[in-house]
């Protein structure tokens, strides 16, 4: 999915600990918990028309704790319920790779991986994003240090209401 059309900035949330709780390797949709006010936080960037993006580390493929194929079905369900919310996800970007990988086919040192930039640069190509003015919302020191790697706000998520976190910190722009 790409679009080339009008310039527009960007929200790039991670996912475990960001959108969802972070219980340890989600990848069974039963397991999938929104943290609170997730979805209303991704419909105002949605209305506030930013281009919304997930980028993850999801090792777990790689340590052969569940398929790709699982992480397809999570993200399927993901956007199901936000469109059942009138919410959406323009795109999503996972890295299944990981050094200490147990399948050789993932066990390398890829630059998607955060804190890698992979990731982003990737969804920065395909869309039409304007880079100065999009942010990054982690829960983690990687999730930042890729937003820094390229020059994107970063902001850090330590848990709670994400839709007052992301209000407190006077997001969306509009």
């Not at 979805?39 to 506030?48: C, H, L, M, P, Q």
């Not at 569940?66 to 079905?73: A, G, K, L, R, S």
């Not at 970007?93 to 640069?121: L, V």
């Amino acid at each position: 999915m790409t679009n080339t059309g009008d310039m527009r900035p960007a929200v790039f949330f991670d996912r475990d600990g960001v959108l969802n709780q972070d219980k340890g390797y989600i990848y069974k949709i039963q397991d999938w918990v929104w943290i609170e006010g997730a979805i209303n936080t991704i419909k105002r960037f949605n209305d506030a028309n930013y281009w919304v993006f997930v980028v993850t580390n999801q090792s777990g493929v790689g340590r052969g704790l569940y398929t790709e194929e699982d992480v397809n079905q999570i993200h399927d369900h993901v956007r199901s319920e936000l469109t059942e919310q009138g919410a959406k996800i323009d795109d999503i970007r996972y890295c299944p790779h990981h050094t200490d990988a147990k399948i050789n086919a993932y066990k390398t040192d890829c630059n998607w991986r955060k804190p890698g930039s992979g990731m982003m640069q990737d969804l920065i190509s395909s869309w039409s994003v304007d880079k100065e003015n999009s942010l990054l919302i982690g829960d983690k020191e990687t999730d930042l240090q890729a937003a820094r790697n390229i020059q994107i706000k970063a902001l850090f998520f330590e848990g709670g209401d994400l839709e007052e976190f992301v209000r407190q910190a006077g997001y969306p722009k509009l």
